[in-house]
């Protein structure tokens, strides 16, 4: 069976009503026979149905044994490293998103846990890093907003050899193109806000583990702490999920014609894409992400100023200027001042994102039209710089 059909088909039919779409029980509390005696359900925090079926889902798609539905990508993040006490380390990739550096790094330290920043496009690196602290290894591939790749199969081997837990963050790949658990990493985590709702209308974060034993504790966690994913929220994802596989694919295919575009561009220095057989690490990308390298492509203006990138990402009329990413309608964004201005500015830098990058999450309008938009972007750009010159 193929992964479409498969994910098509992981969504049940209601076994009470035959109701082809998953019912939403919006309700706060199950009726028990006996004190005790339920149906499965007692309290909607602990457990919800409309919710347990996306947890189902969503562990079937990154091939794991237990998911569990939260509020935000945050609140999943948040609940992994709960697992963690005072005392333990971390090894994290460097380009982190930035809400999670926020939390490792104003959050967790104060908890007493220590968080290491390396480049993890090279598993020696990683290695090198550990302590006999080290209890969780976190990394992003593709990253963001650089889209490094990091070798999942290497580093797993290195969580395995120094006993600590490998989770992935899946967002940008997601499951239709990458499953992190099959190349030997512990837990999976999204911001089901991205591909996974995938229009742009919701918050939702996402933990799959490998383990029962795992999972099990994180959702232990999730019923301490209360971070759950409502009804209705669980609902859209379930429903955007329906077709993750045909949005991915036109998602992949058009940011590899921008990123094709982009590399010829006379005004465009640098591309950050995996597709592209330029970057870093195009092969691995190509092993570990089947079918597609996603939608989100990055790129630099030539003369490298905040000003003209600044004055880009105003110019364009299909690419939207928002943070997200993830989406239908194609987005665009200045990391420097918006997704990743929670990121001091020196490491910022110094992970890769300059003050000019601009970021683009390719959405599914006709790849044509989207290189039309950017082309349009670049001529108000240069004919600015070129007044600004003759004014000088
Ligand atoms: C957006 C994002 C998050 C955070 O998810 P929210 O749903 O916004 O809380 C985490 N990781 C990555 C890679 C993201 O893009």
């Known amino acids: 069976m193929s992964n479409a059909t498969q994910l098509i088909h992981s969504i049940p039919v209601d076994p009470q009503t035959g109701a082809i779409s998953v019912p939403i029980y919006q309700t706060s509390t199950f009726v028990q026979e006996a004190p005790g005696v339920n149906k499965g359900y007692d309290y909607a925090r602990s457990n919800n149905p409309t919710r347990a079926t996306l947890e189902q889902i969503i562990a079937q798609l990154e091939k794991g044994h237990t998911g569990v539905a939260f509020g935000s990508g945050l609140a999943a993040i948040d609940a992994v490293l709960k697992l963690l006490q005072a005392g333990d380390e971390i090894i994290a990739v460097d380009d982190i998103y930035g809400g999670a550096f926020r939390l490792f790094t104003h959050i967790y330290e104060k908890f007493g846990i220590k968080v290491t920043y390396v480049d993890t496009t090279k598993a020696e690196n990683v290695f090198d890093a550990v302590t006999p602290n080290t209890r969780l290894i976190w990394l992003e591939t593709p990253t963001n907003p650089t889209l490094k790749i990091s070798d999942i199969a290497a580093i797993a081997k290195i969580a395995k050899a120094s006993r600590c837990l490998l989770c992935v963050d899946n967002t940008f790949a997601s499951p239709a193109l990458q499953q992190p658990l099959t190349l030997g ?208």
């Open 185 to 392: 990493a512990d837990i999976v985590i999204h911001s089901a806000t991205k591909y996974l709702g995938g229009h742009s209308d919701l918050i939702a974060g996402l933990v799959v583990t490998r383990e029962k034993e795992l999972g099990d504790k994180i959702k232990f966690i999730q019923n301490a702490s209360g971070a759950i994913l409502a009804p209705f929220d669980s609902w859209l994802v379930i429903r955007g999920i329906e077709t993750l596989h045909l949005r991915v694919k036109q998602h992949s295919a058009n940011a590899l014609a921008v990123a094709k575009y982009l590399q010829q561009h006379p005004l465009v220095d640098s591309v950050y894409y995996p597709g592209l057989e330029t970057h870093h690490n195009h092969e691995i990308a190509k092993q570990q992400s089947k079918g597609g390298f996603g939608g989100v492509v990055s790129f630099n203006l030539k003369n490298d100023t905040e000003e003209a990138a600044i004055s880009f990402v105003t110019q364009t009329q299909y690419f939207k200027l928002a943070e997200s990413l993830g989406g239908v309608k194609s987005l665009l964004c200045h990391p420097a001042n918006m997704t990743h201005k929670s990121i001091p500015a020196e490491k910022r830098r110094s992970s890769g994102v300059s003050d000019s990058l601009i970021r683009l999450s390719v959405g599914l309008e006709e790849a044509e039209d989207l290189l039309a938009d950017l082309e349009q972007a670049f001529e108000k750009v240069a004919s600015k710089q070129l007044k600004a010159t003759k004014t000088v």
